[in-house]
T-cell receptor, first 111, second 113 residues
Framework: SQQGEEDPQALSIQEGENATMNCSYKTSINNLQWYRQNSGRGLVHLILIRSNEREKHSGRLRVTLDTSKKSSSLLITASRAADTASYFCATAYSGTYKYIFGTGTRLKVLA | DAGVIQSPRHEVTEMGQEVTLRCKPISGHDYLFWYRQTMMRGLELLIYFNNNVPIDDSGMPEDRFSAKMPNASFSTLKIQPSEPRDSAVYFC???????????FGNGTRLTVT
């Protein structure tokens, strides 16, 4: 079964707007990671947040983690057409390297 | 850093044929993962290795699938015999032991007719 589930499944916004994606997971984790996938390509790592962190920033990306709710959110500010891609969260069961990916959010940024 | 290298990039084969997918992880990475991606099932973890040893193969669909890692710089995923439902994009990824991010190859798109 999926360890992570993202919502929404698809999101369409105008360039310049902010995009927020959410991820829920099921078990205790060491860290949660967000990845991006452009069509036809491999996944690219965006940001990693450890279980003892609540918020992390990287450029236009902001990630939050709520371990009590087993959820995370990815915020992309001032979106650009080049941000159009699918975004996935990934978690590993505590004590393992068994990284399971969520169902993904397909983001479309309209120019 | 050449990244994770997968070959072939595309593979088209007929049902019943043997298919071998190849992966070269990033030098120094001691974890290697094989994933399968389809529209219906998303990204599925098939198997992962640590120091060339399979750690968890619970995601391997059935006995037709096998994976090996004979050395630290090479891994194969074999399907024998292949079936149309095996059509998917297969990704290889690698990482190091300090819980760093996974580095993905560009995948092999497999079509079984």
């Amino acid at each position: 079964s999926q360890q992570g589930e993202e919502d929404p499944q698809a999101l369409s916004i105008q360039e310049g707007e902010n995009a927020t994606m959410n991820c829920s997971y099921k078990t205790s984790i060491n860290n949660l990671q967000w990845y991006r996938q452009n069509s036809g390509r491999g996944l690219v790592h965006l940001i990693l947040i450890r279980s003892n962190e609540r918020e992390k920033h990287s450029g236009r990306l902001r990630v939050t983690l709520d371990t009590s709710k087993k959820s995370s959110s990815l915020l992309i500010t001032a979106s650009r057409a080049a941000d159009t891609a699918s975004y996935f969260c990934a978690t590993a069961y505590s004590g393992t390297y068994k990284y399971i990916f969520g169902t993904g959010t397909r983001l479309k940024v309209l120019a | 850093d050449a990244g994770v290298i997968q070959s072939p990039r595309h593979e088209v084969t007929e049902m019943g044929q043997e298919v071998t997918l190849r992966c070269k992880p990033i030098s120094g990475h001691d974890y290697l993962f094989w994933y399968r991606q389809t529209m219906m099932r998303g990204l599925e973890l098939l198997i992962y290795f640590n120091n060339n040893v399979p750690i968890d193969d619970s995601g391997m669909p059935e006995d037709r699938f096998s994976a090996k890692m004979p050395n630290a710089s090479f891994s194969t995923l074999k399907i024998q015999p292949s079936e149309p439902r095996d059509s998917a994009v297969y990704f290889c990824a690698s990482t190091v032991a300090d819980r760093s991010p996974l580095h993905f190859g560009n995948g092999t798109r497999l079509t079984v007719t």
